[in-house]
């Protein structure tokens, strides 16, 4: 624990069909407000943040079909699609992985939603789940 690279969580996000919807549901049944929407053009999706407590919950729309996410609801359906945690430093994080030999999605760290700076770590090697890592 005490050289932990993982600092919080920063959020976790779910694949869905219908932005307006998705939303309108946190809103209506848990009265959470949308923080923050964003069209990331590189990732083909449109993104609202939820803010609970110091974490998010991203949810997440394809806004091409070509998009990672339209293939993944097309597969699994809409769901769970990555967590995301924070860490101090993107790029010592992503080395750790890769130095450990585990794979990953992003060899290089790359500009995330709102000024961030991710990387994506694979599933395969990570027990099934796709992780990002983000640095505010
Ligand atoms: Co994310």
Redesign the pocket.
Known sequence: MTDSVLTEID?V?IAVRDLEAAVAYYRDTYGVDVDHREVVESDGVEEALLKVADSYV?L?TPVRDDSPVAKYIEKRGEGIH?V?YRVKSCADALARVKAAGHKVIDEEPRP?SRGTT?AFVHPKTAFGTLI?L?EE
């Open positions: 959020h996000a991203q997440l990555h995301a995330g991710v990002e983000v």
